[in-house]
């Protein structure tokens, strides 16, 4: 089978697609093991997004906000797919992720969502440079041109000074911007983040999120946050509660 990124049918193809579009999803989870229960559907499950609706525009600058255990990681995972849904739709830019296989969300992450983790999640045994070219890698990009995109990207989050640097020779702020320039080595239509200011001091949190928001221009950004400085700078805030909206403005 040709794991092509499928389009979904019933959405208009120009510009009024929604970069990410949630409806009506539902994501559970098993609470304990399936081998201490005699059936499968005894397992007990807990419900981390019920019913959710929602609809992001490309240029937005949405953070999810919500007290711990209310769903942000869990509709994160899913806006970037890496996680289906177990009801509901999610389809990011046009495309429904559970029409796709395991290696077609592989490619469409790739091709079009850049993801940025609380513990920025860098290989240690390359520099800032290899770090943010490596998923140019995937996509059959040239090392010259590979090395010459990541300069390029260091250089707007200010760190082109630092691009032959190893994570462990970088403050928590630069490995963080580092992150966010791998995020978008490939000029993704999505970029989603998961706390990205919770390791990071207030200062060092404010700029990083300056280089989130100056990076924005022609994409949508999703941030899921508790840190009520990102509330405050995004055009809308999602909240969340217990799995559902409880409010969106
Ligand atoms: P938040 O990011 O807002 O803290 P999460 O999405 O991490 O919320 O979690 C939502 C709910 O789902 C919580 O009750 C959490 O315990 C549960 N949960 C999250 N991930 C798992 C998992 N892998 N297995 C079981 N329960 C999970």
Redesign the pocket.
């Known amino acids: 089978m040709v794991d092509s990124v499928v389009r979904d049918q019933s959405l208009p193809k120009d510009d009024s697609v929604a970069a990410l579009q949630c409806r009506t999803v539902v994501?559970e989870?098993?609470?304990g093991s399936a081998s201490m229960f005699s059936s499968k559907a005894d397992v007990p499950t807990?419900?981390?997004?019920d019913e959710v609706s929602l609809s992001i525009s490309t240029d937005e600058f949405v953070a999810i906000a919500?007290?711990?255990?209310?769903?942000?990681?869990?509709?994160?995972?899913l806006l970037a797919a890496l996680d289906t849904p177990d009801r509901g739709t999610i389809s990011v830019a046009g495309t429904d992720t559970a029409s796709l296989s395991s290696r077609g969300r592989t490619a469409l992450r790739r091709d079009t969502v850049g993801i940025v983790f609380q513990h920025f999640h860098l290989l240690p045994s390359l520099s800032a440079r290899g770090n943010v070219a490596l998923p140019l890698i995937e996509r059959g990009v040239s090392k010259r041109a590979r090395r010459d995109r990541a300069v390029e990207l260091l250089e707007q989050v200010g760190l082109g000074d630092r691009a032959t640097h190893k994570p462990g020779e970088l403050s928590g702020g630069e490995q963080q911007r580092v992150a966010i320039a791998r995020a978008l080595v490939s000029d993704p239509a999505v970029l989603v983040a998961?706390e990205p200011t919770g390791e990071l001091d207030t200062e060092t949190g404010h700029r990083v999120l300056d280089y989130v928001e100056e990076t924005a221009d022609g994409r949508a950004v999703v941030v899921?946050t508790h840190d009520q400085h990102v509330i405050d700078r995004a055009d809308r805030v999602v909240r969340?509660r217990d799995?559902r909206v409880v409010s969106d403005a």
Do not use: E, I, N, Q
């Open positions: 994501r989870y098993a609470r807990v419900r981390a997004l919500g007290p711990s255990g209310s769903g942000k990681s869990t509709l994160l995972h998961d899921a969340l799995g």
